[in-house]
């Protein structure tokens, strides 16, 4: 049996040697551009430090919020 699947390949490794992400699913080094990793699926992270956008606006919304709340216990108490 070939190992034609298994492992990364020198032409893959070449291809995406420059800007390569290790994958969650799978461990290997794949190209960071692309949003699925070609061996095993798993969506890839690049560049994004691994951040949703709705976990920065959701994060961004409850800092307002603290920061509204505070603001009006304080001005409650003068
Ligand atoms: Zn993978």
């Given at each position: 049996?070939?190992?034609?699947?298994?492992?990364?390949?020198?032409?893959d490794l070449?291809?995406?040697?420059?800007?390569?992400?290790?994958?969650?699913?799978?461990?290997?080094?794949?190209?960071?551009?692309?949003?699925?990793?070609?061996?095993?699926?798993?969506?890839?992270?690049?560049?994004?430090?691994?951040?949703?956008?709705?976990a920065?606006?959701?994060?961004?919304?409850?800092?307002?919020?603290?920061?509204?709340?505070?603001?009006?216990?304080?001005?409650?108490?003068?």
């Open positions: 049996m070939r190992d034609d699947h298994d492992g990364p390949q020198a032409a070449e291809r995406y040697g420059d800007a390569g992400v290790t994958c969650r699913g799978c461990g290997r080094e794949v190209y960071d551009e692309l949003e699925e990793c070609p061996h095993c699926g798993a969506p890839v992270c690049g560049g994004g430090g691994g951040t949703p956008k709705w920065v606006v959701t994060a961004a919304v409850l800092i307002v919020l603290l920061v509204l709340g505070a603001l009006t216990a304080v001005l409650g108490r003068m």
